[in-house]
């Protein structure tokens, strides 16, 4: 099947170039520089969601010393930085790694059949314009996040067609939009949502948040002074661990403290809250949330802007239930109706593993829940196929970074031992639960169609950096639970 003429014949496709598939192509070039491989990236430019995104205001919620590679240092003196500034690094990476005549734009994957008779992967791509050409693989990495580029998640409203101003999501943001002297209403509680509010209230006539759920939301620095110091005095490369090794301190005992003392993480966010807003504002009514902290994500807004704006009167909070739009604005379960030229539903993401690339083994088609997954990365029963899925209590890209480094290190080893194949095999009476133990609306909508997870190492979906390391930098390269193979057409 792949061994058909004509078809291009590479060891590794990496799909998807973005912050996760740069990473890799740089790992797997400087880590085994023998093998050859293509980038494919079905939009026009590198960068995956910081190309993507166009909306007002879009930044990292994550410090870019730890959300950045282990391998290049962030100069920049603001950690949490635009988009633009973000591309930037990415760009650089992908220069300074030769990364870019790698890389081919316009070609989404959308599907993959495994051959055990060969140990490889015959590829469809489709071209954009819709021409279709296939290639082999050896391994597919498939650094292609969690979501769906083309759509995000909208909610159903009533009413939502007799609405006579514009109805915008940020996933989609048209770039002749022009909120100056507008009434917004931003439909919302995540970090979009946190991050469009102060960027909408510099010019518009009046912004409001209006979410059905309060989210836990901190100020955070937008420049790091002890960072900057050290690169003062150490310069960037060397002060570069350093400022790594104490931000993911920082965000580990952060994590820690909300998940075993919740209670106190509450008061302390509620006290913060309470300095940061004007005495008397209703702090329990629009940052109360039912649940505890970390059981979602919480919320940064760099220098405290969404406080800023919500004390000078630029922007208000609402926090109620749609119950329809109507031609002006939205009415609310409480009676108020929220008048609106333009209304932005930061409603979330619509989440979908491996880029939803239809997979096959030796014919029989892969169905994703019924996989568990392998060390974060690989899935059990398919051969050759990784896919990468970062943190979503800490900076993704701490995960994506060993998950490469151990890439890297398994196709060593299959090389040396003179493998073709590996694969996971997950034992059918294990436990499973699902893949990822987060509370947001947009992961729990999804949960059905992801992998599974089982209850323990090397099965579970671990979210601890630290542990991570020691397993995938410092533990055992192979266990009893991964299976490896000649192509059958050698061994006949």
Known sequence: ???EPGIEQLDVLIVGAGISGLGAARYLKHGHPGRSFAVLEAREGIGGTWDLFKYPGIRSDSDLYTFGYDFKPWRDRESIATAPRILAYLRETAQENDLERHIRFRQRVIGADWSSAEARWLVEVEETGGARHRISARWIFCASGYYRYDAGHTPEFAGRERFGGTLVHPQHWPEDLD???KRVVVIGSGATAVTLVPALAQSAAKVTLLQRT???ILPVPRRDAVANLLKRVLGAERA?????????GQQRLLLRFC??????ARRVIRWVNRRALPKGYPVDTHFNPPYAPWDQRLCAVPDGDLFEVLSDGRAEMATDRIVEFTETGLLLASGRELPADVVVTATGLAVQIAGGIRLSVDGKAVAYPDTVVYRGMMLSGVPNFAVAIGYTTASWTLKIGLLCEYFVNLLRHLDEHGHDAAWPVADPAMPTRPLLDFGAGYIQRALA???RQGPAAPWVMSSDYLDDRKVLRSGPLVDEHLHFAKAAAKES
């Open 179 to 181: 909120c100056t002297g």
């Open 214 to 216: 309060p989210t836990y």
């Open 449 to 451: 169609d992801l992998p």
């Open 240 to 248: 570069h661990g350093v400022i790594r090794a104490k931000n993911i």
């Open 1 to 3: 099947m792949a061994a």
């Open 259 to 264: 998940q075993r003392f919740p209670g106190a």
